[in-house]
């Protein structure tokens, strides 16, 4: 099979999960504050752009019986405010719930907002540390060519996007985990100086499916502490 017949399949089947994924979203009855019992350390949820919090069901369902209270914030709706926007709704949420050594758990620009919270939003240092999953933290190339403004943002030469990019102070305390290929961040989610995962899976949103990135979420929640 050629590479290219390969990563055809694989977006494909990226796509048919996004999709899935979008309808049971949008049907489930599941109240946010459902999760929210358990005594290990609380987690709270960003999705990706366009994406609703039910969309990241596997990964809330999987904390939640490993004992954690998941937090979503429906403000969010489905993440089309800008980066700093998002971040302030995020940040007012954690300290109006009074959460202390929170965890943010984010898939793709949820990422760059858990940063954004951890570099701008969080005096009081509420949030412990951040385990992003396919999150564009140098950008992704392709993006400079959407017309829509809310993904044209995640352009390696969007302004934001270099900040954050320059600001490695916190990189310490993130967790990136990224599959064998994602058809959407070709640069790939490497952060320098963060904790790197790739795992031996796929996509840009199917990896969200996989049982192995839920596992592997819980492990670095629950291992020590990074060094601060």
Request: aromatic residues 8%; positive net charge.
């Given at each position: 099979?050629?590479?290219?017949?390969?990563k055809?399949?694989?977006?494909?089947?990226?796509?048919?999960?996004?999709?899935?994924?979008?309808?049971?979203?949008?049907?489930?009855?599941?109240?946010?504050?459902?999760?929210?019992?358990?005594?290990?350390?609380?987690?709270?949820?960003?999705p990706?752009?366009?994406?609703?919090?039910?969309?990241?069901?596997?990964?809330i369902?999987?904390?939640?019986?490993?004992?954690?209270?998941?937090?979503?914030?429906?403000?969010?709706?489905?993440?089309?405010?800008?980066?700093?926007?998002?971040?302030?709704?995020?940040?007012?949420?954690?300290?109006?719930?009074?959460?202390?050594?929170?965890?943010?758990?984010?898939?793709?620009?949820?990422?760059?907002?858990?940063?954004?919270?951890?570099?701008?939003?969080?005096?009081?240092?509420?949030?412990?540390?951040?385990?992003?999953?396919?999150?564009?933290?140098?950008?992704?190339?392709?993006?400079?060519?959407?017309?829509?403004?809310?993904?044209?943002?995640?352009s390696?030469?969007?302004?934001?996007?270099?900040?954050?990019?320059?600001?490695?102070?916190?990189?310490?305390?993130?967790?990136?985990?990224?599959?064998?290929?994602?058809?959407?961040?070709?640069?790939?989610?490497?952060?320098?100086?963060?904790?790197?995962?790739?795992?031996?899976?796929?996509?840009?949103?199917?990896?969200?499916?996989?049982?192995?990135?839920?596992?592997?979420?819980?492990?670095?929640?629950?291992?020590?502490?990074?060094?601060?």
């Amino acid at each position: 099979m050629s590479t290219a017949f390969r990563k055809a399949i694989w977006w494909t089947g990226d796509y048919a999960y996004a999709a899935w994924w979008q309808v049971r979203g949008a049907v489930s009855r599941i109240p946010a504050d459902a999760f929210h019992s358990g005594n290990r350390s609380p987690v709270v949820v960003i999705p990706g752009v366009y994406e609703s919090w039910q969309f990241l069901l596997p990964l809330i369902t999987a904390l939640h019986k490993a004992g954690h209270p998941v937090h979503v914030v429906t403000l969010l709706q489905r993440n089309r405010l800008d980066v700093p926007i998002a971040a302030r709704l995020v940040a007012e949420h954690i300290a109006a719930a009074g959460l202390d050594n929170a965890v943010i758990v984010a898939h793709s620009k949820g990422g760059l907002i858990g940063k954004y919270i951890m570099l701008a939003l969080d005096p009081d240092r509420r949030v412990d540390r951040l385990v992003a999953v396919c999150t564009p933290f140098s950008g992704s190339r392709y993006a400079r060519y959407l017309l829509i403004p809310s993904l044209r943002a995640f352009s390696p030469g969007n302004a934001l996007t270099l900040q954050m990019a320059r600001e490695e102070t916190i990189n310490n305390r993130i967790t990136s985990i990224y599959g064998l290929y994602d058809p959407h961040i070709p640069e790939g989610s490497v952060l320098p100086g963060a904790r790197n995962i790739r795992l031996q899976t796929v996509g840009h949103f199917r990896i969200l499916g996989d049982a192995q990135t839920a596992r592997t979420i819980v492990e670095q929640i629950q291992t020590d502490p990074p060094d601060q």
